[in-house]
């Protein structure tokens, strides 16, 4: 199965993601891990990709579009979380499925409001202490988001491909509207 996860910073996305993939053993491929791995390791990569990633800004398209291409060749069940973001990198990522013959399953939307979202991100920074969770760089990403990723949203709703689940409660609750979002989805594919 092949499982697309949109939803703002602080929605529970990458929680959600990673549960979702190792209960059906399918890779958690995210676009936020693969670039911070980057960074710690000193990549090429990781040098030109660490100022973006502080300010909270966006890696340029043509360069995540080429990073997400090479991974999804790889696999042919995933949960893709932190890709696409923009439009173009939307509608990159269906021409490629559509060259790779792997079309997406369903696409899920993890809602939360802009207050939980900002409370959740500042808790994980005291914890986590990630260097783009601080507020100014908090309030950069997550109007990116509105400005960006919401149209992409939009797209997938316009298709009648999105599934919106409300990404407030508890963790295992989400996970449980989740499964039961996807229960009639792709039944039997993977
Ligand atoms: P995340 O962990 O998904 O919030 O991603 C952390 C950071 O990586 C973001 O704030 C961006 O700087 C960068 N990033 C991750 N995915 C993308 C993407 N699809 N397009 C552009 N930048 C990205």
Known sequence: ??????????????????????GRGLAHVATGDILRAAVANGSE????????????????DDLMIELIRERLEEEDGF??????RTV????????????????????????????????RLTARAA?????????EVIANRLRLYHELT???????RGIGMLVAV????????VAEEIESALSGVGAGSR
Not at 150 to 156: I, N
Not at 166 to 173: H, L, T
Request: charged content about 30%.
């Open 1 to 22: 199965m092949r499982i697309l996860i949109l939803g703002p910073q602080g929605s529970g996305k990458g929680t959600q993601a990673r549960l979702l993939a190792g």
């Open 88 to 119: 173009p990198q939307a509608e990159a990522l269906d021409t490629m499925l559509a060259d790779i013959g792997k079309p997406l399953d369903a696409v899920l939307l993890l809602e939360v409001g802009d207050d939980v979202a900002v409370r």
């Open 45 to 60: 990569l990781g040098r030109r990709v660490r100022p973006i990633l502080e300010r909270g800004d966006l890696v340029p």
């Open 127 to 135: 914890e986590e202490g990630r260097t783009d969770d601080a507020p």
């Open 79 to 84: 949960v893709l979380d932190g890709f696409p």
């Open 150 to 156: 919401e149209p992409v949203v939009e797209r997938y």
């Open 166 to 173: 409300d990404g407030e409660g508890s963790v295992e609750e």
